[in-house]
């Protein structure tokens, strides 16, 4: 059994012996309350046998229980008011004989008396439960009625519940009936075999039924995870339809540091291109899950989102990562909470083709990755994106690669205004070919190990990213939002006065 139907099963055992140890304190307590009065019983007739004296004249008891026996029947005989004075006149000169007949007369009237009293006290019962029925049934009739009125309102979809109907199950049935085993996913995503399929697992060789990094790999595809999406087609992603919805149910342990998936086209050449890329990272900047892309071997701007605005992914039990491919770009949902947004940067596949799913076992530097995937699902289901997703990370960016800026680093730490000028110009003599009639611009800041270098053109930056690889660190720059504005605006300004973007201007 799992661990949680193992807890479940202890907390069951734990009830049972509560309530047993409940029905023992209380047969005990039953017992001691009859001890308690059969020892009462045993005293009182103790007391009375005591309060008798032994050298009493016989005469004198007769006399004394005949007066006892004259007032009960007094008490049962009271509305005559004249029977008291005769009675005592005549029982004083009676003998024992007549003494006899009274007792035979008076047990007989209190049995009858007695015989009365019950009758009276089961007359008034059966009354009061009588009473009680009626009562009940107004007060069932009154509310059916109402619940008459409910089902009217709310139509077929409303059942009432049968009054007095047993729907009576055990304790470990409730609670099983509630949870949902870590390895799958809850019936509430609705992940059927009609819409999709499972991919993982499997029918394994080796009998197990989850994935986890091999803790000897050294490069990403050491060991790694891979398997293919069938039937993807771009057009029905784009209109919702078709296969479009990954989902993966998984367990990051509290130690591990990091873990990733990535989604690959065809030809992505050793996943040198990588269209998706999710990266939960616990212990980088405070805790942040990295959303990114890849181009020719270059990651791109990636999406950061802290891992205090996601639900909690390290040291649960279960977790369920869903990505769905639409129109806009690729929507990240961590247990049913829409988190993230990585918009297309790349053009999908433009015809019907299987996608690649990789789970790599290291990162980029060879550092391990861990977690456990249980399950991979992978077809269709509408569209979960909706409502205002202004606050969804990554929705409505601008494209923060810069086409014509080039990032150079690796280079060596300068401090000093002259150390800034050698900077620059020795970059400047590298890139001078890139940079047109107008040479290139270069930006060395004071105190880096970096520098900036803008070229003439997003070509030859391209070129330059080809040639000068050998030489250089080299990768493309990323831009700010200031940026992206103003370029904008001088793009617009040079489409009015009849000029390109790349000769409108520096």
Same mark, same amino acid.
């Given at each position: ?13 734990t ?6 140890e ?6 005990q307590?039953?017992?001691?309350k ?21 050298g ?13 026996i004259r007032k ?15 009675e ?5 000169d ?10 035979e007369?008076?047990? +007989?009237?209190?049995? =009858? ?7 009276? %006290?089961?007359? /008034?019962?059966?009354s009061? *439960? @009588? ?17 008459d ?70 490069n ?12 993807? +087609?771009?057009?029905? =992603?784009?209109?919702g339809?078709?296969?479009?919805? %990954?989902?993966? /149910?998984?367990?990051?342990? *509290? @130690?591990?540091?990091?873990f ?36 020719e071997?270059?990651?791109g ?17 279960s977790?369920?990562?869903?990505i ?10 961590i ?6 947004r ?9 015809n ?22 249980y ?22 960016m ?13 280079l060596?730490k ?62 493309r ?27 409108a201007?520096?």
């Open positions: 059994p799992t661990p949680e139907e193992e807890s479940l099963l202890e907390l069951y055992s009830v049972k012996s509560y309530e047993r409940a029905a023992r304190l209380r047969e307590a039953a017992k001691a009859l001890a308690a009065a059969n020892e009462k019983y045993r005293r009182e007739q103790e007391a009375e046998r005591n309060n008798e004296e032994p009493a004249d016989v005469g004198v008891r007769k006399k004394s229980r005949k007066k006892k009960e029947k007094n008490s049962f005989m009271g509305d005559q008011p004249g029977a008291n004075s005769d005592e006149s005549s029982d004083e009676s003998d024992e004989g007549s003494m006899g007949s009274d007792e007369t008076l047990a +007989e009237r209190r049995a =009858a008396k007695l015989r009365q009293m019950r009758e009276d %006290l089961e007359f /008034k019962k059966q009061a *439960e @009588d009473e009680a029925a009626i009562a009940e049934e107004r007060e069932r009739q009154r509310h059916l009625a109402e619940a009125d409910v089902d009217e309102d709310l139509g077929p979809l409303l059942k009432r519940k049968k009054i007095g109907a047993s729907n009576a199950s055990s304790l470990i049935r409730n609670l099983e009936g509630q949870a949902t085993p870590p390895h799958d996913f809850s019936g509430k995503l609705k992940m059927s075999r009609v819409s999709g399929s499972v991919l993982f697992p499997s029918h394994n060789e080796d009998g197990s039924n989850y994935w986890s990094p091999p803790p000897t790999a050294s990403p595809n050491d060991g790694c995870f891979e398997m293919e999406l069938p039937g993807f +087609e771009s057009a029905q =992603a784009q209109a339809a078709g296969n479009n919805t %990954l989902a993966v /149910k998984f367990m990051a342990p *509290e @130690d591990s540091r990091r990733s998936l990535n989604i690959a086209g065809p030809g992505h050449r050793d996943y040198h291109d990588i269209l998706f890329h999710f990266n939960p990272r616990q212990r980088e900047k405070g805790g942040q899950v990295v959303i990114n892309d890849k181009q071997g270059i990651w701007s990636a999406v950061n989102v802290p891992l205090s605005q996601c639900p909690i992914i390290f040291g649960q039990p977790m369920t990562l869903i769905q491919i639409t129109g806009d770009g690729y929507d990240v949902f247990d049913n909470k829409h988190c993230a990585l918009e297309h940067r790349t053009q999908l596949p433009p019907k083709c299987p996608l690649t799913l990789q789970f790599p076992s290291t990162d980029d530097y060879g550092n391990p990755e861990g977690w456990l995937v399950k991979v699902w992978w077809g269709h289901k509408a569209i979960m994106a909706t409502g205002d997703l202004s606050n969804v990370a990554g929705v409505n601008f494209s923060s690669i810069h086409p014509r800026k080039l990032f150079v680093s690796g060596s300068i401090h000093s205004e002259p150390e800034v000028d050698l900077r620059k110009a020795e970059l400047e003599r590298a890139f001078r070919k890139y940079g047109g009639a107008h040479g290139v611009s270069v930006i060395a800041p004071t105190n880096s190990s970096y520098a900036f270098v803008e070229v003439e053109s997003e070509r030859q930056a391209d070129l330059a990213l080809r040639e000068m690889q050998s030489q250089y660190k080299i990768n720059a990323r831009r700010t939002k200031h940026e992206a504005l103003q370029e904008e605006r001088a793009a617009a300004e040079a489409s009015g006065k009849g000029k390109s973007k790349e000769s201007g520096w």
